[in-house]
């Protein structure tokens, strides 16, 4: 018997692919485990709200309980809003959040790589990051409001600047964290510095912004809210105010449901894109 039919034929090769099927497996039924378990307890929460609710435990006008929630979501969806259609007012929120997300991760991931890269220019800088970064970004949305009124601009500025400094110090970090060796032999075969930057430096620290990514969407749709709550004439955020103003619980809780679904759907999305862009790196060892 040749050497190769042995090996192919040994026990130990044998027993890898039922090693590998096995944990394919193992892992399946703890993806079920997890995903019934969080079924279990949303269920629970709601539950025990409805209950409190229908007894008086806690206040239905102020709480108010997830069927009359559930009817306002049917009632907008079936019927509009008195903005328009539900559709319309998801979408003109999304569109503000996206266009804010997109030019603060683009400003963020720039000047981050540029400061990470010339430490002149980050120490010339950095005080007045750190200085812009302690402000209470949220305050700025009526100043928003009176410089580009009640149309999206408003809405987009006041995303942009929640977004930019997540992505900013994520895309900073992850450009001083390249390691050195990478950069000497880069440039011991030649590398000029732009090459240097965009073939050793960036990919390096796309790890560190996409982190960044994950979170800055979020601060992009609470950006939008603020600013149309404090002022639109359409967004979920107008839904908020309208239903705040007219003692509607129930409309509030609704428009934060439809926000916590678009949300879940673009994390979702986010973890698709990030998780086919870094298909080399090794899967992360599973908690037990």
């Known amino acids: 018997m040749s050497p190769d039919i042995r090996s192919a034929s040994s026990p130990a090769a044998v027993g890898r692919p039922a090693r590998s099927e096995e944990r394919a497996r193992a892992a399946r039924r703890r993806r079920g485990v997890v995903l019934l378990s969080r079924g279990v307890l949303l269920v629970l929460v709601l539950g025990v709200w409805e209950w409190f609710s ?19 979501i049917q009632q907008w969806t079936l019927h509009g809003t008195p903005q328009g259609s539900l559709g319309e007012q998801i979408w003109y929120t999304l569109y503000e959040a996206l266009l804010g997300w997109v030019a603060g991760v683009i400003a963020g991931v720039v000047l981050g790589i540029a400061l990470g890269r010339v430490r002149f220019l980050a120490d010339v800088m950095g005080p007045y990051i750190k200085v ?20 999206p601009a408003s809405k987009v500025a006041s995303a942009v600047v929640l977004v930019f400094f997540p992505v900013f110090f994520n895309a900073f970090q992850g450009a001083r964290e390249v390691d050195r060796h990478l950069i000497d032999n880069a440039r011991i075969l ?8 965009f073939q050793v430096v960036i990919p390096a620290a796309t790890s560190w912004i996409f982190t960044s990514l994950h979170v800055s969407f979020g601060f992009a749709l609470i950006g939008a809210i603020v600013g149309e709550y404090i002022g639109a004439t359409k ?21 934060m449901v439809i926000l916590a679904v678009v949300a879940l759907l673009a994390e979702g999305l986010l973890t698709f894109l990030e998780n086919r862009l870094f298909r080399w790196k090794p899967a992360a060892p599973e908690a037990r």
């Open 54 to 72: 229908r007894a008086k435990i806690i206040d239905p006008f102020n709480f108010s309980m997830p069927s009359r929630i559930w009817d306002q």
């Open 132 to 151: 812009l970064n302690a402000l209470p970004r949220i305050v700025l949305a009526p100043i928003f409001l009176i410089w580009f009124g009640l149309g």
């Open 190 to 197: 030649g590398a000029r510095d732009r090459q240097v930057t």
């Open 235 to 255: 967004g979920i955020g107008l839904l908020v105010s309208a239903s705040q103003g007219t003692f509607n619980s129930a409309g509030v809780y609704a428009a």
